[in-house]
């Protein structure tokens, strides 16, 4: 399998989801998706394709808030980031670590830094600052100095 | 009837680097469930980072870890000429691959021996710590630094190796693999440390997968996973080596994963140094202009896992976000999967087993009764708990002999 056949398969899938794509080189793709989307298109990747969840990085930009979750595809070398862009006033999205746990400690890090609520997630409890640091005060906001 | 008990460890102790609390819940001698506290030494790095250079970043993500300095500079490189389409020179990849090995060589040495001590065995704790100190020398020699060595910079390093300093690097490693042969053999045809280690905090394939590890936690259960063969960088797609994995997912194939894994890396380099002859000398960097706007996923395989970096550039001279995984983020959550069903004894050799740059017996302060809080056991108490086990184990195999 390589990157092309694999990007196929995902866009037929997921073709009415699916907002944009990036193909930077064949070891580098963006995909930019419908939040509603995520799960599904979560386990695709994990489940069928045999993806692995590397991370996810949330960023405060003036689109809103956006979330990349890389996935590798460690066969062919490629990293597929998966896209979405969140509310500005309420961001949340539905968690993926009902589906692997690899996503359970960076989602509650990613609600405790930059105040995204991830629905369905088994234990959104704080991860870095258990009771040492102020409600509602997120450090990775743009505002935040 | 059972009384359950607590017993933390940590959050502080001199020889670890990342201060973290986990708690044992354990009934009698098993353990029944685990729960850990992080972040006691968050240090802010991802948003510093975006008040830095590209230039002084590298500086700053070198201090994330003590032990693998260089590997998060690496990913970042990756990163950020992945962005600004860098294409580097040959002399460089070879150099960069030789300190990326140069690190792997010491980290798994320290490993082996913090694994030794705590496991009883204090002579293969002074032999591995003894033969990584020519390691170090080398890092010296090169960099100037034991530690830290700050030689990355985007589109390459800050310092040359020297046609004479060649022959120096292959006598240490020629020294340096007679004795790990010696540690080799002491360590994988020692029946305590068979019977210690064998069956013990086993990780399946699946479990690896579910949680995403890496590395050799990844490697020694079977998954062939590693970021130099996988998305080649820097001189690995130009030499000849091989991934080593095992099969049985249990803290000894952890142990001879690390131990083969070093073999490897000497190969590596005296494959990079023969690669640098041909390369004209001085030729370590090429001329940056500017980082574009882009997005950039580097990743470097540290000694303890793959390290991802995540750079969003606005175009201006620092990053605009810098999301940064290290190997043990993924690594250390398997310790639900591992240390359950274990004895205590067994269940610190099993955290340690993935490498979170600690010998956890060490971070054990008291053992504490849940319901009245009442104190049970010390640390010494704890750690002679797993010092007693191999000894009885010693007793009854020399017994059998």
């Known amino acids: 399998m390589n990157t092309a056949v694999t990007i196929e398969n995902f866009k037929e899938k997921f073709d009415s989801d699916i907002i944009e794509v990036i193909i930077r080189n064949p070891k580098r793709i963006i995909v930019t998706i419908n939040p509603?989307?995520?799960?599904?298109v979560a386990e695709f990747l994990y489940r069928k394709e045999g993806?692995?969840?590397i991370i996810a990085s949330a960023l405060h930009t003036k689109k809103g808030f956006e979330i990349h979750y890389h996935f590798s595809k460690d066969n062919i070398g490629l990293i597929l980031n998966i896209h979405v862009v969140l509310d500005k006033e309420n961001p949340q999205v539905e968690s993926l670590s009902n589906i692997f746990n690899a996503s359970n400690w960076i989602e509650r890090e990613m609600h405790e830094l930059i105040g995204i609520n991830?629905?369905?997630?088994?234990?959104q409890e704080k991860l870095i600052s258990e009771g040492n640091w102020a409600e509602g005060v997120y450090p990775l906001r743009k505002e935040f100095k | 009837m059972s009384r359950k008990t607590l017993i933390p460890i940590g959050p502080y102790h001199p020889l670890q680097e990342e201060p973290e609390l986990f708690k044992l819940y354990c009934d009698g001698e098993i353990v029944k469930d685990i729960k850990w506290e992080t972040g006691y030494n968050h240090r802010g790095i991802?948003?510093?980072?975006?008040?830095?250079?590209?230039?002084q970043v590298f500086f700053l993500v070198e201090r994330i870890c003590g032990i693998c300095s260089t590997s998060h500079p690496f990913a970042f490189a990756n990163a950020v000429e992945e962005i600004a389409d860098i294409e580097i020179t040959n002399r460089t990849k070879y150099i960069r691959s030789i300190i990326g090995e140069l690190e792997r060589i010491h980290s798994h040495l320290l490993w082996v021996g913090l694994a030794g001590h705590f496991l009883g065995y204090n002579t293969v704790f002074m032999w591995a710590w003894k033969y990584r100190e020519p390691v170090l020398d080398l890092f010296e020699m090169i960099s100037g630094n034991r530690n830290s060595y700050a030689m990355f910079k985007v589109g390459g390093i800050r310092r040359d190796i020297e046609e004479t300093k060649i022959p120096v690097i292959n006598k240490i490693l020629d020294d340096l693999q007679k004795k790990i042969d010696l540690l080799t053999g002491a360590v994988m045809d020692d029946p305590v440390?068979?019977?210690?280690?064998?069956?013990?905090?086993?990780?399946?394939?699946?479990d690896i997968i579910d949680y995403g590890a890496v590395g050799p936690t990844a490697r020694a259960s079977g998954?062939?996973?590693?970021?130099?063969?996988?998305?080649?960088?820097?001189?690995?797609?130009?030499?000849?080596?091989?991934?080593i994995t095992a099969e049985a997912g249990d803290v000894f194939a952890k142990a001879e994963v690390r131990l083969l894994e070093i073999y490897e890396s000497i190969s590596i380099i005296r494959q990079c140094l023969e690669g640098l002859r041909k390369e004209p000398a001085g030729d370590i960097s090429v001329k940056v202009n500017e980082i574009p706007e882009g997005i950039g996923n580097g990743r470097a395989e540290a000694p303890r896992g793959e390290v991802f970096h995540f750079v969003l550039s606005d175009g201006s001279n620092s990053p605009a976000r810098h999301k940064i995984r290290a190997p043990s983020y993924v690594n250390i959550a398997t310790f639900?999967?591992?240390?359950?069903?274990?004895?205590?004894?067994?269940?610190?050799?099993?955290?340690?087993?993935?490498d979170p740059c600690y010998c956890c017996t060490e971070r054990m302060a008291a053992a504490y009764d849940v319901s009245s809080g009442e104190k049970i056991m010390n640390a010494f108490e704890l750690i002679n708990k797993s010092l007693n086990r191999t000894k009885e184990l010693?007793?009854?195999?020399?017994?059998r002999l």
């Not at chain 2, 998305?231 to 797609?237: F, G, K, S, T």
């Open chain 1, 51 to 53: 993806y692995r969840f």
């Open chain 2, 336 to 354: 639900k999967k591992s240390c359950i069903g274990q004895t205590i004894a067994d269940a610190t050799i099993s955290l340690a087993a993935v």
């Open chain 2, 193 to 206: 440390i068979h019977a210690r280690t064998k069956g013990v905090g086993i990780l399946t394939k699946q």
């Open chain 2, 223 to 243: 998954v062939a996973i590693d970021v130099r063969k996988d998305d080649p960088y820097a001189a690995y797609p130009l030499v000849n080596w091989k991934v």
């Open chain 2, 46 to 55: 991802e948003k510093l980072s975006e008040s830095k250079t590209y230039e």
């Open chain 1, 118 to 123: 991830f629905l369905n997630h088994p234990n």
């Open chain 2, 394 to 399: 010693k007793e009854t195999i020399k017994g």
């Open chain 1, 36 to 40: 509603e989307a995520i799960i599904p």
